[in-house]
């Protein structure tokens, strides 16, 4: 992992948790006992969500007005919030959330 | 001979951090999904 920076998936802006997301419409979720699977039809790129409250609130995005409420609302502890934002950033990364317009 | 530990600056912190997001690329796959 030591290009972050080249490629198509890492060519939208960077992650701002202050903004309202959503899931890409590019993108299946399957819910799984671990969590969910989630493919992403353009990139073809499989990505495990290991945890529900993560898939809670990649899946709630678009009921918040920002990340923050979403994963809140999704009962994520404030200790391991960090770890969600830091997983968060790398699903907008890989394109599979994206920032939506404010409504 | 064991190597000498090293008991300077080892905050307590978690051993593993847990990874909530791993991702494999299928590419070049044939019949998957």
Known sequence: MADAGAGPASAGPAFDPELPYRCSPSVALRPEPFGALVYHFGTRKLS????PELVTVVSGLENHPDVHAAIEAAGVEEAQRPAYLKALAG????GTILARETQ | MAPAQDAQSAPEEPVVEETLVEEVSIDGMCGVY
Do not use: E
Request: proline share 0%; net charge positive.
């Open chain 1, 91 to 94: 699903l907008a990364a890989n």
């Open chain 1, 48 to 51: 495990f969500l290991k945890t």
